[in-house]
């Protein structure tokens, strides 16, 4: 509204101290626009009553009847056909008059009345993306669950490693074959973990528990040396921290690193060279 027609309007109507114009037609709201006044009375209030309209939508060689509010938008009437067309609502286009129509556009504004007809076809490339974007979700769901059910795995045999851990090093010599068995259980997840497609987060953990696999083998391999020696020197280390948490990684304190040293000098008594553990990871 002009300048010149709100002059107008307020020289017909004598304004109030609140603001709105004593005719029953029109109030001034804060920001000074003019707009129709709001009545308390239950009689108007009847009057305004929004009415409901029948629409005929078309879909394919079908027709289906809806009743709606005249103020609905088109979204709300795609959620009333998506019962009876089976079709998810991002899946629909409506046109009215040969023009697609926005979901967020209203009934009454874009012209409809009782009786109005209107055109539904299927989006098909909005179906497509639905489609690609609900199995790139089912896998990574399915690649979450794999990576959880691998990651208690290697929490049970990570147990095991630190009792082998604590026998060797308390003097108890183990059967190889436990240790081949150990290493062979962890490389099994370590094929599993390569052979899960993963992006984001699910990506990280994977990479974490493949390098948790990678430090338990590490840890066997350089056991498997050990427990070699306390056979052929029939060794009795006494455990002098039995309580101690395993980290999967070789104990770094004075006491092993002696003992290290002195398993070294008996391998080069009895051995043409050092034993030297070179096991290269790829990166996954």
Known sequence: MSSKELLRMKSKNKVNGNGSLSSSGW?????????????????????????????????????????ISSQATFGELKKMLAGPTGLHTEDQKIFYKEKEKDSRSFLDVAGLKDGSKLVLIEDEISKEKRYLESRKNAKMENASKEITTIRLEID??????????????GGKKVTETLLLSLIELLMTQLIKLDGITADGDLKLQRRMQVKRVQKYIETLDMLKIRNSALGNHNANVPM????????????????????QRKMGNFADQ???GPVVVTTKWETF
Not at 29 to 35: A, E, T, W
Not at 42 to 61: A, D, F, W
């Open 270 to 272: 009895t051995s043409p």
């Open 156 to 169: 049970k045999l990570a147990k095991q490693v630190g009792n082998v851990e604590m026998d060797i090093y």
């Open 27 to 67: 109030e001034m709201r804060p920001g000074g626009m003019l707009v129709q006044k709001r009545s308390s009375d239950h009689s108007n209030q009847s009057s305004m009553i929004v009415p409901t309209i029948r629409l005929k939508v078309k879909y394919g060689s079908s027709y289906h009847e809806v009743k």
């Open 240 to 259: 002098h921290n039995k309580n101690r948490t395993f980290t999967g990684q070789m104990p770094k304190s004075i006491y092993y690193q002696q003992e």
